[in-house]
């Protein structure tokens, strides 16, 4: 575990009587940066939303919003021919820490240790609900449906309204109450967990880890501490399947490759299809991340810094490498093209291109003032096809998350390490055949 770092910057917050309802906000100035942040003294006008209608009762908001001070609130958002790779905006929480983030269709969703799931746009907070119970592990979105997974071992659904966007309806839980009280009155439903204690089948008994959705999106994966990965059916919410994965906690569950599913645990192993081994290596594997859909492509983080990764090729996979952090990865993602991101416990971002079948380092992104906890990816809207861009965020203990445009343009920071594995190396990879 990662104890709590504040940031160097304490935001100033404006007198509540200025805004509507229980949230409060403020502009504040930050530089844009390439490999570094720089802090301006200019800042913005005041945000003031008007409140959104809900169906689940929201927490005071502490969030406050900072932008680059080279430019209005507007133009942040949208900087046209940027060569460069940099923080365009930051979002800080007074109190407590982002743990989930999900990108779609322009809107961004938080989750946090407060229990709410806030919804942004265009770095105003756009809409937001809260649930009962648990903090928010995991997002992932499917058209309208959001998945949240929690710290409580359970999957709440929501649904967003067609008619007002804004609003977002629970609309059931993972496993459903009818599923769960069949199961627990049938004693064959019931698994050993743990020694003298038996739970049934359908129920995560430990804290929620991670959730992926299937390229049809038919199928939500869930990963839990319990070392299981269960299959549900996302149109009924059924539990079809649970596979004790692993012997650790299993930290990380990802979906692609035309039904192949491939989970991480603290065991050490990679494995996909849920029982063959990819990697297995003394240091816990902490974050998985697939280049859907085109899905060429697996990576793996480990708690020693390292990236790994493999190819899909005619004669199976093949384990590489990519070494770019001291600290621990602790989260992934990738783009649809050639790009993947890692964030570490050092407090930096690595952005990495595929260039055929090597990787380089295009930017190591530094700003956050604690470990990086979670990312997000989506492509900005405004870029060509010249130059293509993506809008990353970034979650960390530090109580921010950074939003970053990135270019698959942008120079080389300098060409990675990659190296094949070998026998020698502590560290041993699986090949399929």
């Not at 979105?141 to 071992?153: A, L, P």
């Not at 839990?224 to 906690?249: G, M, Q, T, Y």
């Not at 996979?317 to 952090?325: A, I, N, S, Y």
């Amino acid at each position: 575990m990662f104890t709590k770092s504040n940031s160097s910057s304490k935001p100033r917050f404006h007198s509540p009587s200025q805004f509507t309802g229980d949230d409060r906000y403020v502009i504040m100035g930050y530089g844009s940066v390439t490999s570094s942040p720089s802090v301006g003294n200019a800042s913005s006008p005041s945000i003031n939303p008007s409140s959104w209608e809900q169906t689940s009762p929201m927490a005071k908001s502490h969030w406050s919003c900072h932008l680059p001070s080279t430019a209005s609130f507007e133009d942040c958002y949208l900087v046209q021919n940027s060569s460069d790779n940099r923080l365009i905006g930051s979002l800080v929480r007074e109190g407590g820490h982002p743990y989930s983030l999900a990108a779609s269709g322009g809107l961004l969703y938080t989750g946090s240790d407060s229990k709410n799931i806030r919804v942004w746009k265009n770095q105003r907070e756009y809409s937001g609900f809260k649930s009962n119970s648990g903090l928010v592990k995991s997002i992932v979105i499917s058209e309208d449906k959001i998945f949240t997974g929690h710290q409580d071992g359970k999957i709440r659904v929501w649904k967003m309204s067609r008619k007002n966007p804004t609003v977002h309806t629970r609309i059931g839980t993972l496993p459903t109450l009818k599923a769960y009280i069949k199961s627990y009155i049938n004693p064959s439903n019931y698994i050993e967990v743990r020694r003298h204690r038996n739970v049934p089948w359908i129920k995560h008994f430990d804290a929620i880890s991670s959730l992926s959705l299937s390229e049809d999106q038919i199928f939500l994966y869930s990963a839990s501490w319990d070392k299981s990965v269960k299959v549900w059916r996302v149109s009924n919410f059924e539990c079809l399947e649970s596979i004790p994965a692993h012997d650790d906690a299993i930290n990380a569950v990802v979906a692609g490759f035309n039904g192949l599913v491939v989970s991480g645990s603290a065991d050490g192993t990679v494995k996909h299809f849920l029982s063959h081994t990819l990697l297995k290596e003394e240091c816990a594997v902490t974050a998985l991340a697939i280049n859907a859909p085109t899905a060429t492509t697996v990576y793996s983080g480990s708690s020693d810094g390292v990236v790994y990764f493999w190819e899909r090729e005619k004669l199976g996979f093949r384990g590489r490498d990519l070494r770019g952090h001291k600290l621990a990865v602790l989260c992934l993602a990738a783009t649809p093209g050639n790009v993947v991101f890692s964030g570490s416990a050092d407090m930096s971002i690595c952005v990495w291109k595929r260039i055929k079948k090597d990787h380089v380092l295009l930017s190591k992104l530094t700003g956050h003032s604690g470990p990086v906890k979670c990312l997000a990816v989506e492509e900005d809207r405004e870029s060509a096809a010249s130059d293509r861009r993506w809008i990353l965020y970034s979650g960390s203990l530090d109580k921010s998350v950074k939003m970053w445009r990135i270019s698959e343009q942008v120079a080389p920071h300098e060409t990675a390490v990659v190296a094949v594995a070998t026998s020698q190396q502590k560290y041993e990879h699986y090949h399929l055949e």
